[in-house]
Each structure stands twice: as C-alpha cells, then as structure tokens.
C-alpha cells in the first residue's frame, strides 16, 4: 500500500492498533493489587514519554543559546504547545505539574511503589546516559525492551521517525485506550484513592483528543510533506511502536495472572 499521508498511516497500523485497544489486560484489572501491577509498569511509558517530547523540542525548535531559528515555525509551534501542557499542567488543585509527577502522585495515591522509577530518573538527573542506567538497574525484560526501543529512536535521530513514535505509539493511542481503561477502573473498582489517577486519565483524554492530537497530526504532516519514504519510514516506527506497547500489555498481563494464581496456590 502507498503511504503517503495520515490517512494511510492510520490505514497501516489499524489492526495493530485495535489488537491493543482490545487486548485482555483490561478486563484482568479488577482490584487495587492488580491496578498497581499495572501502574508499576506503565509508568515508565509516562515516563518515557516525556524524552521523546523533548527529543522533538530539541529536533524541532533552537534550545541552544545564542539563538537562532530553526525549521518551520509551524513546527515551533506544534511542538511547543505540547511541551507546555505536558512539562507543566495543573493538578486538580492547580499546582504546575509535569504529567509524569502528577502520574507519579497517583501511583502513590493508590499505595503503589514508585521507588524504581524515581531512582531510575534519578540517575539521569547525574549525568547518566540510558545505557549505563540500562545496565545498572534491574527492570523487567519486557519495559527494558520497551525503553530500548525509544531511545533507539532517538538516537537514530530523525524527527520524523521520534514524530511516529510519539504520535501514532502515544498522543493518537491514548485517548481511545484511556478511555477503554478508565471504563473498567469506573466499573470494577470504587476506591477514593483512585481520584488521582482518574484526574490523570480525564486530563490525558481532553488534552490528547481535543488538543494534541489533531496537533502532533500536523506535526507528521509538515515533517513528511511529500517524501514518500519519509511517511513509509513513519508507519514502520508507528507499528513497532505499537507492537512493543502490546508486549508491555502481554507482560502486565502475565504478571497479573501469576499473582493470582500464586494467591490462590
């Protein structure tokens, strides 16, 4: 198939994108302990999130003194007013919070543990590159995985391609799946802890629905223009993207399986 637009991105990725949109780890999420399995393991793509943001910001705009203009200043824009929102948001009290912390005040809403990502983040806040932290901390194979390929894609270097992976593997993802997970918390789980965490997720589908995504669409767009290798190259990282979130999905998954089997045992 041509792929020379959004259209035919969407077009390319469509049954990947459903298989995680209906992947079996939502209807396991049934009680708080399984909640922070899920927690402890998508935090890091929160977190993770956030680099490729800023990997764009520093592709995208000049983040170098002295200054000059760089690239398409639609491009500034776009990127810009992503970077904003998701570096400095408001909490349900109005304090100025990246998403990240306010996903990590959530996880400690609920009693999850959140010292393996903060001591991760941590490290990079010394001067480590990932690849030193990746050999010093232990994670599990499955979020190693997951990290190794963003940062394999920011390495690599190519706007368009980190585009992809921030686009179609994260702000075109969340609002349907969002929403998928919130419907099973609202049903299967009444716990005042979760008003965090469902803050978190409200906020993440109005900005990214209404907002974020039509302009990280934009985004590919003025990236690609009409370079057809250019948009091929964006739907094969759009669909790794994808097939490595469900990998993370599979390995939630199986944890959560485990434990219930082991807690029956």
Known sequence: MQVNTVHHVEEAIAATKQQLLQHLLYQHIQNLDDLKVFLNYHVYAVWDFMSLLKALQQKLTCTTTPWVPVGNPKVRYLINEIVLAEETDVDALGNRKSHYELYIDAMKACGANTQAIEQLVAQFGNGATWEEVSKSIKLPE????????????????????????????????????????????????????????????????????????????????????????????VAAVSEQALQMRIQLWDAMLQHIQLSKQFSVN
């Open 142 to 233: 499955a979020v190693r995985n997951f990290l190794n390929f963003t940062f394999q894609v920011i390495q690599q270097g190519k706007p368009h391609e980190i585009a992809a992976a921030f686009t179609f593997g994260r702000e075109d993802l969340i609002p349907g799946m969002f929403t998928e997970i919130l419907h099973h918390f609202q049903n299967q789980l009444n716990e005042t802890s979760l008003d965090k965490l469902i803050y978190y997720l409200e906020r993440h589908i109005e900005l990214d629905g209404d907002e974020h995504g039509p302009m990280a669409m934009l985004m590919i767009e003025e990236l690609c223009e009409g370079d057809e290798q250019k948009w091929n190259e």
